[in-house]
């Protein structure tokens, strides 16, 4: 019998919640016959929403959550006193064992957490990161950590490159895949405290591919698979590169309905230009994971829609299937954890 892979799905959380994200949840489910999704949220609405579509009954069940965890709350106060909302009932599926994963695009501040507190983190690992793909003209990387820790420590980001070198090699298949950290020049000694002292440390890691530094303009181009920084500057560096693929499409599309002629151009390349911008379009990688916990948290943006959803609950299957938090228990396990 096939094993079915369990993800809870937080209904309310996000822009769109819940059309957007009940839609995506559908549309996984209609794609593969082995996952189970468990959609958290108020019972009523999202019964509502769901009765608007057709799917297999038996792969989608709804789990009630009265409460609702809003962007602005204080996030360590909301996961403490709303045991029933959306966001802490998932969790704690992720805990007990009922579900494989967790997925919201809800409070990032309740996501993080929500997920150090109630799934855990795995024996050893220090700080869990947020490591979300960026699509590269090569294909993809991953940028760990893109905002869970923002005043990290080298040994974290030591930490960080061997957990984004096992999620590459095992759910991207990239052999070795290069690691490089995020500086201000290509030289050794250049970079602030933080980099200046993380720089030997991965220089000196035997299970990692370690590169050198990485400018940032040199992220867009591949050259490197995983990219290690702290949460500040991760964040920096993924909403500087939401906001200026969004620009580009924006003024590329403007400049293609001009005149007659760019409107005649546009019609001759726009299969080829569709293939390239698919290719940069984010939401086609699914969410970012909180790597280091003993269960799968994945957070989307906020502004999800069905088609990152979707996207997000496949990612959760690879995780699972590909074993990833037992490789990153086996890899990282042997230091003592952090209190």
Known sequence: MQEMIKVAVDAMGGDHAPAEIIKGAVNAVTMRQDIRIYLTGQQDVINQELAKHSYHGSQIEVIHAEEVIETAEPPVMAIR????????????????????AFISAGSSGA?????????????????????????????????????ANVDARASHLVQFAKMGSIYMENVLGINRPRVAIVNIGAEEEKGNALVKETFPLLKNCPDINFVGSIEARDIPHGEADVIVCEAFVGNVILKLYEGVSDALVGVIKKGMLE???S?????????SLKKTLKAFDATEYGGAPLLGLNG????????????????????CVTFKEQEINEKIRKNIGTSPMEE
Request: charged share 20%.
């Open 296 to 315: 799968l948290v994945v957070k989307t943006h906020g502004s999800s829609k069905a088609k990152e959803i979707t996207n997000a609950i496949i990612q």
């Open 81 to 100: 006193k709303k045991k029933q909302s959306s966001i802490v009932v998932g969790m704690n599926m992720v805990k007990d064992g009922n579900a494989d």
């Open 259 to 261: 005149n007659i002629r």
């Open 263 to 271: 409107k005649i151009g546009a019609l001759l390349v726009k299969p």
């Open 111 to 147: 996501i993080l957490v929500g997920g150090q507190v109630i799934v855990g983190r795995i024996k050893g690992v220090e700080r869990p990161p947020l490591a979300p793909l960026i699509p590269t003209e090569q294909g993809v990387s991953l940028l760990i950590d893109c905002g």
